[in-house]
Antibody
Framework: EFQLLESGGGLVQPGGSRRLSCVAS????????MGWVRQAPGKGLEWVAG????????FYADSLKGRFTISRDNSKSTLHLQINNLRVEDTAVYYC???????????????WGQGTLVTVSS | QAVLTQPPSVSAAPGQKVTISCSGS????????VSWYQQFAGSAPKLLVY???KRPSGIPGRVSGSKSGTTATLAITGLQTEDEADYYC???????????FGGGTKVTVL
């Protein structure tokens, strides 16, 4: 059974950092691209970043480049998102997303985690 | 401001048909496959359509996707009360080299 379990959310002050993690199970993790999608309270979905199955290709939403770093550890079936210099507008539920394909460009999320809430506030 | 443009809301009576448009450009919808997602309040999204017009197993045949030029469309026929949700389109943008989502459309069953 597919499972994506996120962790790392919580309350953080502006300017702080946070590392989100997503542990996957029930499928061959290294065979699929993975990504993060966020949703601010009452707003729509916003793609954050994606990484290929082998981890050799990473992509980011243009507006978020520089502060977000996506990575994966295929030996541990774990996906990470490092967020630096957090801003109030980064407050959102961050979903771990499994792609249908090994490449990010397929842009098909066939499984989603339940999300982890990051709240940026002083 | 989302790269893909969707109407904020659409509505129809039970049993009727709704269509949701997703307008993009020559660097995204025109050259890439489109996927569609359904999201209920407080829940994670769910894949409804991929590769523009394919349905994952378990998605009923009354849900369909299509594309013409730079606009993709999701259609739901035989509308049911349980179809009330938010719907999002997404695709790969070759210029931005990123996945882009639409702003979302709320479907209301009258």
């Amino acid at each position: 059974e597919f499972q994506l379990l996120e962790s790392g959310g919580g309350l953080v002050q502006p300017g702080g950092s946070r590392r989100l993690s997503c542990v996957a199970s029930g499928f061959s993790f290294r065979s699929y691209a993975m990504g993060w999608v966020r949703q601010a309270p009452g707003k729509g979905l916003e793609w954050v970043a994606g990484i290929s199955g082998g981890g050799d290709a990473t992509f980011y939403a243009d507006s978020l480049k520089g502060r977000f770093t996506i990575s994966r550890d295929n030996s541990k079936s774990t996906l990470h998102l490092q967020i630096n210099n957090l801003r109030v507008e980064d407050t959102a539920v961050y979903y771990c997303a499994k792609d249908f394909s090994i490449v990010v460009q397929a842009a098909i999320v066939d499984h989603w985690g339940q999300g982890t809430l990051v709240t940026v506030s002083s | 401001q989302a790269v893909l443009t969707q109407p904020p809301s659409v509505s129809a009576a039970p049993g009727q048909k709704v269509t949701i448009s997703c307008s993009g450009s020559r660097t995204n919808i025109a050259v890439s496959y489109v996927s569609w997602y359904q999201q209920f309040a407080g829940s994670a999204p769910k894949l409804l359509v991929y590769d523009t017009d394919k349905r994952p197993s378990g998605i009923p045949g009354r849900v369909s996707g299509s594309k013409s030029g730079t606009t993709a469309t999701l259609a739901i026929t035989g509308l049911q009360t349980e179809d009330e949700a938010d719907y999002y389109c997404a695709t790969w943008d070759t210029g931005l080299r990123a996945v882009v989502f639409g702003g979302g459309t709320k479907v209301t069953v009258l």
